[in-house]
């Protein structure tokens, strides 16, 4: 039937789907990401991909305050209590307990964490993500240290969102979408759609930032800031993307990183198999 797509809002003219294919392709990433974390058997291509996922939250200032808690939590009972419940007096937060209830709502419909009594009370996921391999004693700048924090800032900016993803798909709509991370998997999905048999390594910037239709209502400079971040003109390192080459014209060319485009090809196929098991292609 067409109408309005769940997730978007926008008009689907395909009488066949309730959903924009882009948009689909964008939950279904969370969804199955989301899956496999709390699986705890994570491939070595997901790791890789992961930590491009953590500059979403730094983006979007309603959600910055929700990404600073959920971090707090994880990394407060990795270091202190060995990935367990801790008392909620030792959460270093200046805000509102108001605000602080409303924070721990999405923390907990993530699976992250809940407050239970006087204590903080880890979820499923919150588990899997302090036994993620933080390595100890070593130097805080060395690739041991450095990369599995990188890791686990994309963990907790990919579960938060789903938390948002499901408010919003359920119907309560309390918060809004998680739109930073979903207009990123949107033009990662478009590339996907578009490149069934291979993702290359090198495409026009216009095939991948295009805006096919208006969704999520992010304003156009919101969405420049979201693609300046992707390419590394914003931010501490480039994300998704390993250079951009200007050519005469006015034509940008993108180069995506290996990572990024292994994780597309492998995940495509993932996506598939999801979408037969539920009987649909």
């Known amino acids: 039937m067409s109408g309005l797509c769940f997730l978007c809002e926008n008009e689907v003219r395909d009488p066949r789907r309730t959903m924009h294919e882009s948009c689909e392709m964008a939950r279904d990433i969370l969804d199955d990401l989301r899956e496999v974390l ?153 590339v996907m759609i578009d490149n069934p048999d291979r993702i290359p390594t090198r495409l026009d910037a216009n095939e991948v930032f295009a805006e096919r239709y208006d969704v999520f209502g992010i304003p156009k400079g919101q969405i420049e800031r979201i693609a300046a971040g992707l390419l590394g003109l914003r931010g501490k390192a480039p994300k998704i993307f390993a250079a951009f080459l200007p050519q005469p014209g006015g034509t940008l060319l993108v180069d995506f990183k290996p990572e990024t485009r292994i994780f597309m090809e492998r995940e495509r196929e993932r996506i598939i198999e999801r979408r037969r098991g539920r009987g649909r292609t």
């Open 38 to 190: 709390a699986s705890g058997e994570v491939d070595s291509w997901i790791r890789d991909f992961i930590p491009e996922l953590n500059f979403v939250f730094e983006e979007d200032w309603r959600l910055k305050r929700i990404f600073k808690v959920a971090e707090q939590v994880i990394v407060k009972s990795v270091i202190n209590y060995g990935g367990g419940d801790f008392p909620s007096s030792e959460l270093e937060i200046s805000i509102p307990s108001s605000e602080l209830t409303r924070i721990f709502d999405i923390l907990e419909a993530s699976g992250l964490a809940s407050i239970e009594g006087n204590n903080v009370h880890l979820g499923h996921i919150g588990v899997r993500l302090c036994q993620q391999n933080i390595a100890t004693g070593a130097a805080l700048d060395s690739p041991d240290v450095r990369e599995p924090i990188e890791e686990l800032r994309g963990w907790i900016c990919l579960t938060v969102a789903k938390g948002f993803l499901d408010d919003w798909l359920s119907g309560r709509r309390r918060r809004g979408r998680p739109r930073n991370i979903l207009k990123m998997l949107e033009w990662l999905s478009n």
